[in-house]
């Protein structure tokens, strides 16, 4: 009986959230908020052997902020595989170099591990092609635009839901540097950084939201 009226209670605290939650947001809007980036620790994985002990770390989250970076292509026809995978935990950011570490191989424990939910914006696309270097069974992604719009959110890029869900701004501006240097910048590292952990803190807010 009481385990029902704690459901009943909180399912009324969720109904009041969705209604107060912002559906949609400006440009100008975003402009006014606080520019963030992300401050914490950063392990930037550049061989097998750390990948793997990087995944037996990851392996241990519930929930993982996920996005990848490609070389960017100016052409019609020109693409690239992904240079980037980006694994955000709760402490600690992880960048992969996909060349220098094997390939996907050594990740798949966490990509094919439905316990784990990764988390990020266009997340079917990102896995498409991450698939232009090796297939694996995707388990436990969840698109960030996907369960936007079921809270009926209008705007859902990962910009916007930065600006609704945390009232941060994050820039876009090296998105299209190129990530298959051997070298990465500051720049580039916080910036891909940034981008997984913004998906998994966004997520983690709206879960407070969903049904």
């Not at 995978?85 to 191989?105: C, D, E, T």
């Not at 719009?149 to 600006?163: C, D, F, M, S």
């Not at 994050?170 to 051997?182: R, V, Y």
């Not at 910048?185 to 807010?205: G, L, M, N």
């Amino acid at each position: 009986m009481y385990g029902f009226h704690r459901n009943w209670v909180a399912n009324i605290v969720k109904n009041i959230r969705r209604l107060a939650l912002q559906k949609r947001i400006t440009p100008k809007q975003i402009s006014r908020m606080p520019l963030t980036t992300y401050d914490g620790e950063i392990v930037v994985v550049r061989d097998a052997s750390s990948a793997e002990t990087s995944v037996d770390v990851l392996l241990q989250e519930n929930i993982l902020g996920f996005d990848i970076e490609s070389r960017p292509a100016f052409s019609k026809g020109e693409s690239y595989a992904p240079s980037l995978m980006q694994l955000a935990g709760r402490n600690r950011v992880y960048i992969f170099m996909l060349s220098k570490i094997g390939g996907l191989s050594p990740l798949k424990p966490v990509l094919e591990d439905d316990r784990i939910a990764k988390v990020g914006a266009a997340v079917d696309h990102d896995i498409q092609n991450l698939f232009k270097i090796e297939k694996f069974d995707a388990r436990g992604f969840n698109d960030l635009g996907t369960l936007s719009k079921q809270l009926k959110i209008v705007h859902t890029g990962l910009r916007n839901l930065a600006a609704i869900f945390l009232r941060l701004r994050i820039s876009k501006k090296s998105q299209l540097t190129d990530w298959s240097q051997e070298i990465l910048t500051p720049h580039q590292i916080t910036y891909a950084a940034t981008d997984a952990w913004v998906s998994r803190e966004i997520f983690v807010k709206m879960t407070k939201y969903l049904p």
